[in-house]
């Protein structure tokens, strides 16, 4: 039953691929003039690395990029920004198994992938994310981007205390769990999301795009990850997830366009279980949504870890991508 929900989805949506990895491409690159003192650090140090030599494969320049950053802290700092320090254990971020993580290489891959798709990679932007968590987004794409003014927000305190304290290449912020933001109109560029869309309850997520509208310029973008079909099938994965679940979420995705279960998540805000939990939609129902403030510039069903769809929307009233 769980195998025969997966082929259904898969004929529908597609298997989802990054076919590119610029942040990880474009830092490799800065700091591949390093890897001689990179490779002599190696032989001083207990790692996981061999001495690095081509960097043929995408996995060398990402563990390249980490080895240099956690090897020569200051050196990769002053060629890349990139930070190697990382928050305690009681401080929220979310991916935890990875000693020598350094931020969130995956989400930066992906945005700047859909940016430069639709032609929305400009230099020289203020960009927000919202639900940042600790940091993880911004300090990777202040990496990439030199000449981004990065910001983000967060309901946890903790995290955006930490943040604030321990990574310079933002600016960093306590938002509400309701809108506004403390930002002016049209004051922002950018705005990225990731797990945020998927996590609102329909009104509130209506509600939050509606302050993203307001926060951005006309022409301003918002890359913004959501949960559809892709969630459904990457649930099916999990053994304990049972097909008659499955089946009910694709029975609400039919009938009303979203599911929508509440949940209280440890380490997250804990006033957050009415409006905050797993929300899943048909892609219809999310996009009828933002047609109200948003043109659709790029649609990446399953981009984000073959788990959420990647949407970049463009403020209507300005000027085209
Ligand atoms: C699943 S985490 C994702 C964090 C980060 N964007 C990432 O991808 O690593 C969701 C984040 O959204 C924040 N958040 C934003 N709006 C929220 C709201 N209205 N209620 C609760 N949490 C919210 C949470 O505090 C948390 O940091």
């Known amino acids: 039953m769980k195998d025969q929900i997966v082929s259904n989805i898969e004929a529908v949506a597609g298997k989802p691929l990054l076919t590119t990895h610029p942040v990880i491409d474009t ?3 800065r700091l591949r003039p390093l890897a001689a003192r990179v490779n002599a650090e190696l032989s001083r140090n207990r790692t996981p690395w061999q001495p690095f030599a081509e960097l043929a494969s995408l996995d060398s320049r990402r563990s390249f990029v980490k080895a240099a950053t956690h090897l020569l802290p200051q050196a990769a700092f002053d060629t890349t920004r990139l930070l190697a320090v990382q928050p305690p254990d009681d ?25 430069r798709a639709c032609r929305l990679d400009r230099p020289d932007q203020t960009v927000l994310d919202i639900g940042c968590s600790s940091g993880s987004l911004v300090r990777m794409l202040a990496a990439y981007e030199g000449s981004w003014s990065l910001h983000g927000c967060d309901p946890i305190a903790s995290a955006i205390d930490w943040a604030q304290a321990h990574v310079p290449t933002g600016r960093f912020f306590h938002m509400n769990l309701k809108p506004p933001l403390d930002l002016d109109d049209a004051s922002l560029d950018g705005v990225t999301a990731i797990s945020v869309w998927s996590h609102h309850r329909p009104d509130a997520a209506e509600l939050w795009m509606a302050e993203v509208a307001r926060v951005l310029r006309p022409g301003g973008w918002f890359a913004v990850t959501f949960s559809s079909l892709h969630h459904v099938r990457w649930l099916a994965r999990n053994p304990r997830v049972r097909a008659a679940e499955l089946e009910a979420m694709l029975r609400s995705l039919a009938q009303s366009g979203n599911h929508f279960v509440p949940v209280r998540y440890k380490g997250e805000d804990a006033d957050t279980d009415v409006d905050w939990g797993q929300s899943c ?15 659709v510039a790029g649609y990446f069903p399953g981009l984000n870890q073959g788990n959420q769809d990647v949407a970049v929307l463009v403020r209507r009233g300005g000027g085209q991508p």
Do not use: C, K, T
């Not at 991916?95 to 989400?107: A, L, V």
């Not at 939609?281 to 043109?295: L, T």
């Open 91 to 115: 401080i929220h971020r979310m991916q935890r198994s990875d000693p020598y993580w350094i931020g969130d290489f995956f989400s930066a891959n992906m945005i700047v992938h859909a940016l």
């Open 281 to 295: 939609y048909a892609r219809e129902r999310f996009f009828g949504m933002a047609y109200a403030w948003f043109d």
């Open 27 to 29: 830092l490799a690159g």
